[in-house]
C-alpha cells in the first residue's frame, strides 16, 4: 500500500514526488509514457517568470513568486542549466506604458523584487538589437531561464534518490474506490494507494473523470517555437516580452539557459492533445510578431522549430487541492503558464494540502539532492584534463555541436531512471540537440544504447513507444 | 603542450591531401587529427563509384579514393591522431582530447582547417509539420545503410536534389526500399546532371522540380508527406498537393561547412561561403591558418577537393619554411559580379602568383551560352565564353598574372552574362 501515488510524470508530477520524498512516506509514480518529461515539460518557454502577470490573491501569483526561489535552489543544486538574465516586458506606444505601470504595481503587491522601469535609452543600452520603434520597458531582475525538461528530470532523480518508486509505460486505465482508499491500474499492474495526486498535464480531467470526479475541463493549446543556434546569442540579453494581450504573455525573443535563442509562441486554442506538429501558418505568425521586437533575427540560424502544448482549463486559476468530489484525490491540473515558474512551488504546496487531508508524515533525517551531471564543455582545460585522466570515456566526443562526451551519455545511462531512447539521452545530456540534430551523433548514440542494453539495433526507439529508428536490416528486405 | 610545425584538422580527403602535399614540400613535422576512428572522412560511408576521374583517371569508390591517400601517408613522418576532437583553437595552440590521450594541446606553426561540412536538417527550411520518428538527413541514412547496415525506411520520400539525395536514391532502391518521389524546390536540381541520370532516371523515380514539402503527417512515425508545387517565390501554390504515404523522409537539402572552430579562433568568414574568407594561397585572415576542402566552400566533386587541399598543404608548408609569411598584406579583394554567388579564393596578393591563378565560382542560375567577365573597377581584364553552366556545378577560370597586373591592385569582380547572340 503506497501513501501516495502521483499521476504524471511533468514538472508538477516531479515536484510533488521531490518535496514528498522528503518525508517517511510511502510514494510513487506512474508515467504513461516512456521517460518523464515527455509532455508540456520539454516543449515551452523555458521561463522562469519573475510574478508580475499573475493577478494578486491568486495561487498562480503566490506560487510563481515562491517558485522563482525554490527553482534557482533546485538547479544551483542539481546542475540544471539555469541563469538569472531578467526579464523586460517592452513598450510601443503610450498606452503600453500604462500597462508596464500596472504590471509594476502588481508585482510588488505579488512580492517581485528590484522591477525598475525604464526609459527608451535605458532599454536600447541593455538590449541594443530591439526595435528602434520601443519606448520603454518593465525590467525584472529575478526572472530566469532554465532548461525545462532537466528542472524535471533533476527533481525526478532527486525525488527516486530519496525513495520515490518511478513507474514507466504506467498509463493509468482504471481507479477503483476501495473501503477509503485507491486501486489503480497501470501499465498492466495494480497500485493500492491512499492518496492520488493528479499531475497527469494535458489528461487531467481524464484521469478526474476515473474517479468520478471531474469538474473541469482541460484544453490543449498549442505554441509553435523558433529554437536558433548558438551564434545568434548576441541578439538579446534578458527574456524580451511584448506587453501581454488577452490572448496570452505574447511572442518572446530570449536566450535559453544554454545559449541558443528562443522566439515564439503562438497561441492556438482547441488543439488535439497529441498534436504537436508544427505549421507554416503558425511559424510565420511567430516570425512577423517576433520582427516588433527585433529585426534583427536571421532564420538560416534555425536549427529547429517546434511546437509544445500548453493544458490550459476553463478555470482562471491553477486547479490545486482535494477534489471536492473525491476524498484524497488532489488535483495539481489546469497549471497553465507561469506553469514551470510555479511547478516547484507547487510541489512544496501540495505537500501541505496533503498533510492538511490528514497524512501524518514526518520529515526524514537524511535526506539528498540528485547529483548533478558532468557537462564537459563548461569545464575549464585544466579540469577537462583532470577529468579524462580519471575517467578516458569522457575523451570521447560523441556529439560535436554540443561538445558531449561518451563518459557523459553512460552517466546518464547510470542514472535512477534510465533513459531507453535517442531522446532520452539527448534531454539528459544535449546530444544531438545542436546544430546539426543529430544527423552526426545518432548513430553513435545509438549503438552506445544498444551496447549498454545488450539490444539489437532494431530495438533501440527514437522517442516514444513504436519508435524504432531503423526500419530493418540490409538484405531483409524483400 | 608540444610544439608542431603544421597541425591539420580532419583526416578527411582534405585534411589528407594537405598533409601530403605539405610533406613534399619539406615540412617533416605534420600532425594530422582525426575524430573518427579512421581516416578518409565522409569517404567511407560514400561506397558508390565516380570518384577520382580527375585526380586519378580512373573511376574509384569513395573508400578507395580515401585509400589512395591513406597509402600516400604510409613512408612519410606524418602523424595521424585518430579518435581525437580538436575542441578550441586559441593563439594557434589546439586542443584535442580523445580516449587514448585524453586532454592535449599542440602549438602549431600553421594550422590547415579542414573540418568538412555538416548537412541542413529540417530546421532552416523551415519543415512544416508532425516531428515524429522518420526525418533524416540523405548523409545520416546512408552512414546507417553503408557502414551499420540498415534501412530508416522502406517507403521513402526524398527532399532537395542535391548529390547525396540523389545518390541514396538509389542505394535505398537496390536494397529495396520504394523511393517514390524526389522533391526539389528549385526549378533545376542541385545534383551533378549524371547523377540525375544513373540515380532518378535509371529507375523511374520520379523528380519534382518547383515542389517543396508542405506538411509531415504521423504521430510518433512519419506515416506520410504531402508535395505541393511551388511559385517563382517558392511559396506553395494552393491545391496542388500530392500525397505519399511513406514511413522516411531524406533531406538533401544542402551542406554547411562546419566553421565553429574557425569562429571561435577568429578567423574572418564570408557569408555567402559560411567558410573563411581566404588568399590564393588559401590563408585565412589568421597568419599561418589555412582552409581548404568543404570547411572552405562545398565542392561537388572530391577530386576538386584534393586540388585545392594540395595548394593549402604546399602555402603552409612555404609558410613554415620560410618563417611565417602573411598574406595578408596587399590583398585585393576579388568581388561578385551580376549573376555569381560567391568566389574562391576572395582575395588575391598579385606579386605573389607565378604564372597564373584559378579562380572557383557558382553562378546563381542556369545558363546555356555565356560570358565571364572579370574587371578591375571597370576596366575589362578578361572574358570567358562557356556553354552549360548550372548552380549546382562549381566554375574555374584562370587568370594569368599579366593579366592580373593590369588591375594595379585595384579590386576585382567577376560577373556572369547570358549570351545568345554568339553559338
Same mark, same amino acid.
Given at each position: 500500500?503506497?501513501?501516495?501515488?502521483?499521476?504524471?510524470?511533468?514538472?508538477?508530477?516531479?515536484?510533488?514526488?521531490?518535496?514528498?520524498?522528503?518525508?517517511?512516506?510511502?510514494?510513487?509514480?506512474?508515467?504513461?509514457?516512456?521517460?518523464?518529461?515527455?509532455?508540456?515539460?520539454?516543449?515551452?518557454?523555458?521561463?522562469?517568470?519573475?510574478?508580475?502577470?499573475?493577478?494578486?490573491?491568486?495561487?498562480?501569483?503566490?506560487?510563481?513568486?515562491?517558485?522563482?526561489?525554490?527553482?534557482?535552489?533546485?538547479?544551483?543544486?542539481?546542475?540544471?542549466?539555469?541563469?538569472?538574465?531578467?526579464?523586460?516586458?517592452?513598450?510601443?506606444?503610450?498606452?503600453?506604458?500604462?500597462?508596464?505601470?500596472?504590471?509594476?504595481?502588481?508585482?510588488?503587491?505579488?512580492?517581485?523584487?528590484?522591477?525598475?522601469?525604464?526609459?527608451?535609452?535605458?532599454?536600447? @543600452?541593455?538590449?541594443?538589437?530591439?526595435?528602434?520603434?520601443?519606448?520603454?520597458?518593465?525590467?525584472?531582475?529575478?526572472?530566469?531561464?532554465?532548461?525545462?525538461?532537466?528542472?524535471?528530470?533533476?527533481?525526478?532523480?532527486?525525488?527516486?534518490?530519496?525513495?520515490?518508486?518511478?513507474?514507466? =509505460?504506467?498509463?493509468?486505465?482504471?481507479?477503483?474506490?476501495?473501503?477509503?482508499?485507491?486501486?489503480?491500474?497501470?501499465?498492466?499492474?495494480?497500485?493500492?494507494?491512499?492518496?492520488?495526486?493528479?499531475?497527469?498535464?494535458?489528461?487531467?480531467?481524464?484521469?478526474?473523470?476515473?474517479?468520478?470526479?471531474?469538474?473541469?475541463?482541460?484544453?490543449?493549446?498549442?505554441?509553435?517555437?523558433?529554437?536558433?543556434?548558438?551564434?545568434?546569442?548576441?541578439?538579446?540579453?534578458?527574456?524580451?516580452?511584448?506587453?501581454?494581450?488577452?490572448?496570452?504573455?505574447?511572442?518572446?525573443?530570449?536566450?535559453?539557459?544554454?545559449?541558443?535563442?528562443?522566439?515564439?509562441?503562438?497561441?492556438?486554442?482547441? #488543439?488535439?492533445?497529441?498534436?504537436?506538429?508544427?505549421?507554416?501558418?503558425?511559424?510565420?505568425?511567430?516570425?512577423?510578431?517576433?520582427?516588433?521586437?527585433?529585426?534583427?533575427?536571421?532564420?538560416?540560424?534555425?536549427?529547429?522549430?517546434?511546437?509544445?502544448?500548453?493544458?490550459?482549463?476553463?478555470?482562471?486559476?491553477?486547479?490545486?487541492?482535494?477534489?471536492?468530489?473525491?476524498?484524497?484525490?488532489?488535483?495539481?491540473?489546469?497549471?497553465?503558464?507561469?506553469?514551470?515558474?510555479?511547478?516547484?512551488?507547487?510541489?512544496?504546496?501540495?505537500?501541505?494540502?496533503?498533510?492538511?487531508?490528514?497524512?501524518?508524515?514526518?520529515?526524514?533525517?537524511?535526506?539528498?539532492?540528485?547529483?548533478?551531471?558532468?557537462?564537459?564543455?563548461?569545464?575549464? #582545460?585544466?579540469?577537462?584534463?583532470?577529468?579524462?585522466?580519471?575517467?578516458?570515456?569522457?575523451?570521447?566526443?560523441?556529439?560535436?555541436?554540443?561538445?558531449?562526451?561518451?563518459?557523459?551519455?553512460?552517466?546518464?545511462? #547510470?542514472?535512477?531512471?534510465?533513459?531507453?531512447?535517442?531522446?532520452?539521452?539527448?534531454?539528459?545530456?544535449?546530444?544531438?540537440?545542436?546544430?546539426?540534430?543529430?544527423?552526426?551523433?545518432?548513430?553513435?548514440?545509438?549503438?552506445?544504447?544498444?551496447?549498454?542494453?545488450?539490444?539489437?539495433?532494431?530495438?533501440?526507439?527514437?522517442?516514444?513507444?513504436?519508435?524504432?529508428?531503423?526500419?530493418?536490416?540490409?538484405?531483409? #528486405?524483400? | 603542450?608540444?610544439?608542431?610545425?603544421?597541425?591539420?584538422?580532419?583526416?578527411?580527403?582534405?585534411?589528407?591531401?594537405?598533409?601530403?602535399?605539405?610533406?613534399?614540400?619539406?615540412?617533416?613535422?605534420?600532425?594530422?587529427?582525426?575524430?573518427?576512428?579512421?581516416?578518409?572522412?565522409?569517404?567511407?560511408?560514400?561506397?558508390?563509384?565516380?570518384?577520382?576521374?580527375?585526380?586519378?583517371?580512373?573511376?574509384?569508390?569513395?573508400?578507395?579514393?580515401?585509400?589512395?591517400?591513406?597509402?600516400?601517408?604510409?613512408?612519410?613522418?606524418?602523424?595521424?591522431?585518430?579518435?581525437?576532437?580538436?575542441? @578550441?583553437?586559441?593563439?594557434?595552440?589546439?586542443?584535442?582530447?580523445?580516449?587514448?590521450?585524453?586532454?592535449?594541446?599542440?602549438?602549431?606553426?600553421?594550422?590547415?582547417?579542414?573540418?568538412?561540412?555538416?548537412?541542413?536538417?529540417?530546421?532552416?527550411?523551415?519543415?512544416?509539420?508532425?516531428?515524429?520518428?522518420?526525418?533524416?538527413?540523405?548523409?545520416?541514412?546512408?552512414?546507417?545503410?553503408?557502414?551499420?547496415?540498415?534501412?530508416?525506411?522502406?517507403?521513402?520520400?526524398?527532399?532537395?536534389?542535391?548529390?547525396?539525395?540523389?545518390?541514396?536514391?538509389?542505394?535505398?532502391?537496390?536494397?529495396?526500399?520504394?523511393?517514390?518521389?524526389?522533391?526539389?524546390?528549385?526549378?533545376?536540381?542541385?545534383?551533378?546532371?549524371?547523377?540525375?541520370?544513373?540515380?532518378?532516371?535509371?529507375?523511374?523515380?520520379?523528380?519534382?522540380?518547383?515542389?517543396?514539402?508542405?506538411?509531415?503527417?504521423?504521430?510518433?512515425?512519419?506515416?506520410?508527406?504531402?508535395?505541393?508545387?511551388?511559385?517563382?517565390?517558392?511559396?506553395?501554390?494552393?491545391?496542388?498537393?500530392?500525397?505519399?504515404?511513406?514511413?522516411?523522409?531524406?533531406?538533401?537539402?544542402?551542406?554547411?561547412?562546419?566553421?565553429?572552430?574557425?569562429?571561435?579562433?577568429?578567423?574572418?568568414?564570408?557569408?555567402?561561403?559560411?567558410?573563411?574568407?581566404?588568399?590564393? =594561397?588559401?590563408?585565412?585572415?589568421?597568419?599561418?591558418?589555412?582552409?581548404?576542402?568543404?570547411?572552405?566552400?562545398?565542392?561537388?566533386?572530391?577530386?576538386?577537393?584534393?586540388?585545392?587541399?594540395?595548394?593549402?598543404?604546399?602555402?603552409?608548408?612555404?609558410?613554415?619554411?620560410?618563417?611565417?609569411?602573411?598574406?595578408?598584406?596587399?590583398?585585393?579583394?576579388?568581388?561578385?559580379?551580376?549573376?555569381?554567388?560567391?568566389?574562391?579564393?576572395?582575395?588575391?596578393?598579385?606579386?605573389?602568383?607565378?604564372?597564373?591563378?584559378?579562380?572557383?565560382?557558382?553562378?546563381?542560375?542556369?545558363?546555356?551560352?555565356?560570358?565571364?567577365?572579370?574587371?578591375?573597377?571597370?576596366?575589362?581584364?578578361?572574358?570567358?565564353?562557356?556553354?552549360?553552366?548550372?548552380?549546382?556545378?562549381?566554375?574555374?577560370?584562370?587568370?594569368?598574372?599579366?593579366?592580373?597586373?593590369?588591375?594595379?591592385?585595384?579590386?576585382?569582380?567577376?560577373?556572369?552574362?547570358?549570351?545568345?547572340?554568339?553559338?
Amino acid at each position: 500500500m503506497y501513501d501516495v501515488t502521483i499521476i504524471g510524470g511533468g514538472v508538477c508530477g516531479a515536484a510533488v514526488a521531490m518535496y514528498l520524498s522528503k518525508y517517511d512516506i510511502k510514494c510513487c509514480l506512474l508515467e504513461k509514457e516512456n521517460d518523464v518529461a515527455l509532455g508540456t515539460a520539454k516543449a515551452n518557454s523555458g521561463i522562469i517568470h519573475a510574478g508580475y502577470d499573475p493577478e494578486p490573491d491568486t495561487l498562480m501569483a503566490r506560487l510563481n513568486v515562491r517558485g522563482v526561489d525554490l527553482t534557482e535552489e533546485i538547479c544551483r543544486n542539481t546542475g540544471v542549466p539555469y541563469r538569472k538574465v531578467g526579464s523586460t516586458v517592452i513598450a510601443f506606444d503610450a498606452k503600453d506604458e500604462e500597462h508596464l505601470v500596472k504590471l509594476y504595481d502588481r508585482g510588488v503587491e505579488n512580492g517581485v523584487r528590484g522591477m525598475e522601469l525604464w526609459d527608451k535609452q535605458t532599454l536600447l @543600452s541593455r538590449e541594443p538589437n530591439l526595435s528602434p520603434d520601443v519606448v520603454g520597458a518593465l525590467y525584472a531582475p529575478s526572472a530566469a531561464v532554465v532548461n525545462p525538461w532537466r528542472l524535471c528530470l533533476a527533481m525526478c532523480e532527486t525525488a527516486a534518490e530519496n525513495g520515490v518508486e518511478f513507474y514507466l =509505460d504506467s498509463e493509468v486505465t482504471a481507479i477503483e474506490k476501495y473501503a477509503g482508499t485507491f486501486k489503480i491500474t497501470a501499465g498492466g499492474r495494480q497500485f493500492d494507494t491512499r492518496y492520488i495526486v493528479n499531475a497527469a498535464g494535458l489528461y487531467a480531467d481524464k484521469v478526474a473523470e476515473l474517479v468520478g470526479a471531474k469538474d473541469f475541463e482541460i484544453f490543449a493549446s498549442k505554441g509553435q517555437y523558433y529554437l536558433l543556434d548558438t551564434t545568434s546569442n548576441w541578439l538579446v540579453n534578458t527574456v524580451v516580452f511584448q506587453c501581454p494581450t488577452e490572448k496570452g504573455k505574447g511572442v518572446l525573443v530570449a536566450p535559453t539557459a544554454e545559449g541558443n535563442i528562443i522566439v515564439g509562441p503562438n497561441a492556438e486554442k482547441n #488543439n488535439e492533445r497529441d498534436d504537436v506538429s508544427t505549421t507554416r501558418e503558425g511559424l510565420e505568425f511567430v516570425a512577423n510578431e517576433a520582427a516588433r521586437t527585433t529585426k534583427m533575427i536571421d532564420y538560416r540560424e534555425n536549427i529547429r522549430s517546434f511546437a509544445g502544448l500548453r493544458a490550459t482549463s476553463d478555470k482562471k486559476d491553477f486547479i490545486i487541492g482535494e477534489s471536492e468530489l473525491c476524498r484524497h484525490f488532489i488535483n495539481v491540473a489546469g497549471i497553465k503558464s507561469p506553469g514551470l515558474s510555479s511547478a516547484a512551488a507547487i510541489g512544496e504546496y501540495v505537500v501541505e494540502v496533503i498533510e492538511d487531508c490528514g497524512l501524518i508524515m514526518s520529515e526524514k533525517e537524511e535526506w539528498r539532492w540528485a547529483k548533478a551531471p558532468i557537462w564537459f564543455a563548461r569545464l575549464s #582545460n585544466e579540469e577537462k584534463a583532470e577529468l579524462c585522466n580519471k575517467n578516458r570515456k569522457y575523451g570521447n566526443i560523441v556529439c560535436r555541436c554540443n561538445m558531449v562526451t561518451e563518459g557523459e551519455i553512460l552517466d546518464a545511462l #547510470n542514472t535512477h531512471i534510465k533513459p531507453r531512447t535517442l531522446d532520452g539521452i539527448k534531454r539528459r545530456t544535449g546530444s544531438g540537440m545542436g546544430r546539426c540534430q543529430g544527423g552526426f551523433c545518432g548513430s553513435k548514440v545509438h549503438e552506445i544504447i544498444c551496447k549498454y542494453y545488450g539490444i539489437p539495433a532494431e530495438k533501440v526507439l527514437w522517442d516514444k513507444q513504436d519508435t524504432y529508428i531503423v526500419a530493418g536490416k540490409v538484405g531483409e #528486405n524483400e | 603542450m608540444t610544439e608542431r610545425d603544421i597541425v591539420i584538422i580532419g583526416a578527411g580527403p582534405a585534411g589528407l591531401a594537405a598533409a601530403v602535399a605539405a610533406y613534399q614540400a619539406g615540412v617533416r613535422d605534420i600532425l594530422l587529427i582525426e575524430r573518427d576512428v579512421e581516416a578518409g572522412g565522409i569517404l567511407n560511408q560514400c561506397i558508390h563509384n565516380g570518384f577520382g576521374l580527375h585526380r586519378f583517371g580512373e573511376e574509384l569508390t569513395g573508400p578507395e579514393y580515401a585509400a589512395r591517400y591513406i597509402d600516400m601517408l604510409g613512408d612519410t613522418s606524418i602523424e595521424l591522431k585518430l579518435g581525437a576532437t580538436v575542441v @578550441s583553437i586559441e593563439d594557434k595552440v589546439v586542443s584535442a582530447v580523445s580516449e587514448a590521450n585524453g586532454f592535449e594541446q599542440f602549438r602549431a606553426k600553421a594550422i590547415i582547417l579542414a573540418m568538412g561540412c555538416r548537412e541542413r536538417n529540417r530546421g532552416p527550411i523551415f519543415l512544416p509539420g508532425a516531428r515524429g520518428r522518420g526525418v533524416y538527413t540523405a548523409g545520416a541514412a546512408q552512414r546507417y545503410l553503408n557502414i551499420d547496415g540498415y534501412l530508416v525506411g522502406k517507403r521513402v520520400v526524398i527532399l532537395g536534389s542535391g548529390d547525396i539525395g540523389l545518390i541514396m536514391a538509389r542505394r535505398m532502391t537496390l536494397e529495396g526500399a520504394h523511393v517514390l518521389a524526389v522533391a526539389e524546390i528549385m526549378p533545376y536540381t542541385n545534383g551533378l546532371s549524371r547523377n540525375v541520370v544513373q540515380c532518378l532516371e535509371d529507375f523511374d523515380i520520379p523528380l519534382y522540380l518547383s515542389h517543396t514539402v508542405t506538411n509531415v503527417l504521423g504521430n510518433g512515425n512519419v506515416e506520410g508527406v504531402v508535395i505541393s508545387e511551388v511559385d517563382e517565390n517558392r511559396r506553395p501554390i494552393p491545391d496542388t498537393e500530392k500525397y505519399f504515404e511513406c514511413d522516411a523522409l531524406l533531406l538533401s537539402v544542402g551542406l554547411v561547412p562546419e566553421n565553429e572552430l574557425s569562429r571561435q579562433a577568429g578567423v574572418a568568414l564570408d557569408r555567402r561561403t559560411n567558410g573563411a574568407i581566404v588568399g590564393e =594561397d588559401m590563408q585565412t585572415s589568421i597568419s599561418g591558418i589555412f582552409a581548404c576542402g568543404n570547411v572552405l566552400h562545398v565542392h561537388d566533386l572530391v577530386d576538386y577537393v584534393s586540388a585545392e587541399s594540395e595548394r593549402a598543404g604546399r602555402n603552409a608548408a612555404q609558410y613554415v619554411l620560410s618563417g611565417g609569411r602573411d598574406s595578408n598584406e596587399e590583398r585585393c579583394y576579388i568581388y561578385n559580379g551580376e549573376n555569381v554567388s560567391y568566389t574562391v579564393p576572395q582575395s588575391l596578393t598579385v606579386q605573389n602568383i607565378e604564372k597564373s591563378v584559378d579562380i572557383f565560382f557558382r553562378v546563381r542560375q542556369k545558363f546555356r551560352v555565356c560570358e565571364i567577365i572579370v574587371e578591375a573597377e571597370g576596366e575589362k581584364l578578361a572574358s570567358f565564353k562557356r556553354e552549360f553552366l548550372a548552380p549546382a556545378e562549381m566554375q574555374k577560370i584562370t587568370m594569368p598574372r599579366v593579366l592580373l597586373d593590369r588591375a594595379e591592385g585595384k579590386n576585382i569582380t567577376v560577373s556572369v552574362v547570358e549570351r545568345s547572340d554568339i553559338q
